[in-house]
């Protein structure tokens, strides 16, 4: 657990700009190498995901509702991104849960709250995770699905 916390800390520093969960989307700076955005539709819903490659080799995808609210993020890689600046509000809560939880450095962290659902797993060198606001979701967007984040 302390590994996986400490590699949560280390992603504090390494970039910032990132659009905070629950808020408007933002420029995410020298750090990306690679970027693409693309406009899906599910339902009756249309959202943008946005996928950038940070220089660290991490992939990070923020999902944007019509509204320019980012209503998920997801992120995989050998490092993690700024977290506190990924979750924006929503680090703290995070933090708060993880301190309090029992595990080894490749335990799972799953906060799973009325309004947010944080998970991360691996370990130093391969470490993903996702986040949503679920009332923020739009209609046909399941986290759950196993293809999300593809």
């Known amino acids: ?17 990132w659009a ?3 808020g408007p989307p933002a420029d995410l700076g020298a750090h990306v190498v690679a970027a693409r955005s693309s406009t899906v539709t599910t339902g009756s819903a249309t959202y943008t995901m946005t996928e950038s490659t940070l220089d660290s080799g991490t992939t990070v995808r923020q999902y944007v509702d019509a509204g320019g609210t980012v209503f998920a993020v997801s992120w995989s890689g050998p490092s993690a991104p700024d977290l506190k600046e990924l979750l924006g509000a929503y680090f703290d809560t995070m933090v708060a849960h993880a301190s309090g ?6 335990s799972r962290l799953a906060l799973r709250r009325s309004d947010v659902v944080i998970t991360t797993a691996g370990h130093m060198g391969a470490l993903e995770g996702r986040a ?14 196993s293809k999300w984040p593809s």
Do not use: E, Y
């Open 1 to 17: 657990m302390k590994a996986l916390l400490a590699a949560l800390a280390a992603g504090l520093f390494s970039c910032a700009g």
């Open 20 to 22: 905070a969960l629950g």
């Open 101 to 106: 939880r029992r595990g080894g450095q490749r």
């Open 132 to 145: 949503w606001v679920p009332a923020k979701l739009p209609v046909g967007f399941d986290p759950k699905d």
